[in-house]
């Protein structure tokens, strides 16, 4: 399973976008990158996922480059309730497969 | 809808002691999971199911084990609970579709302390 690097935590000031990193240099070419939050301990919510083209919905945005070793997720304007762990995982685009959670980015939006 | 949901929502036990954490899903989903999270760590996973009367173990299965007798119900049993076991269970559950997404369904987690 590829790895994924995030940093610990991040701040951003509401109503600015959120640009959280992640690196995945061993990511294969058959894995996704999913992104995930977890808002003051509750269950894990999913967020968005992509293969290699860049996806938008509802809730972010995921920049994925080129070579797929790196990705950003991108909340264009973050509110109070977007301070969460966001988690970036790596894995295969397959129902049934058990997600792997590193530490993730600690995200602190601020007024 | 009530999605993925879990009992009870926090127990003490003592060292020894055992029990039994249900999780129940509504969405007729195939994929149950059971992740446990530690202080400032991520989820790690316990135990997981493909589906009615098949388990499998995950990263951390020692101490736990796991039944799947209905497709809605997916129970984490803790026979001899230990400090060690200490920790926040979340249960999870995922569909197979076409597009083969893998987006998984939490539970609000039970908060488990052992003396």
């Known amino acids: 399973d590829a790895k994924t690097t995030q940093p610990p935590s991040m701040d951003c000031a509401e109503g600015r976008a959120a640009n959280l990193p992640c690196n995945h240099s061993t990511i294969s070419g058959n894995e996704y990158v999913y992104w995930y939050r977890q808002i003051h301990s509750q269950g894990p919510q999913y967020i968005i996922h992509g293969l290699k083209n860049n996806e938008t919905n509802e809730m972010a945005s995921l920049i994925i480059t080129e070579d797929r070793k790196s990705s950003t997720l991108i909340l264009p304007h973050a509110t109070l309730r977007d301070t969460a762990v966001y988690y970036c995982?790596?894995?295969?685009?397959?129902?049934?497969?058990?997600?792997?959670f590193g530490k993730g980015t600690t995200l602190s939006v601020s007024s | 809808n009530a999605g993925v949901t879990q009992t009870p929502k926090f127990r003490v036990l003592k060292t020894g002691q055992s029990m039994t954490l249900l999780c129940a899903q509504d969405m007729n989903h195939e994929y149950m999971y059971w992740y446990r999270q530690d202080p400032g760590m991520g989820l790690r996973l316990i135990h997981y199911?493909?589906?009615?009367?098949?388990?499998a173990k995950g990263e951390v299965p020692d101490g736990y084990n796991v039944s799947r007798l209905k497709k809605q119900n997916f129970l984490l049993g803790l026979e001899s609970a230990a400090p060690s076991q200490t920790s926040v269970y979340f249960c999870?559950?995922?569909?197979?579709?076409?597009?083969?997404?893998?987006?998984?369904?939490f539970g609000p987690g039970t908060r488990l302390t052992v003396l």
């Open positions: 199911s493909v589906g009615e009367g098949t388990t």
């Open positions: 995982i790596v894995r295969l685009h397959q129902a049934g497969t058990a997600l792997i």
């Open positions: 999870a559950s995922s569909y197979s579709s076409g597009r083969g997404i893998n987006e998984q369904f």
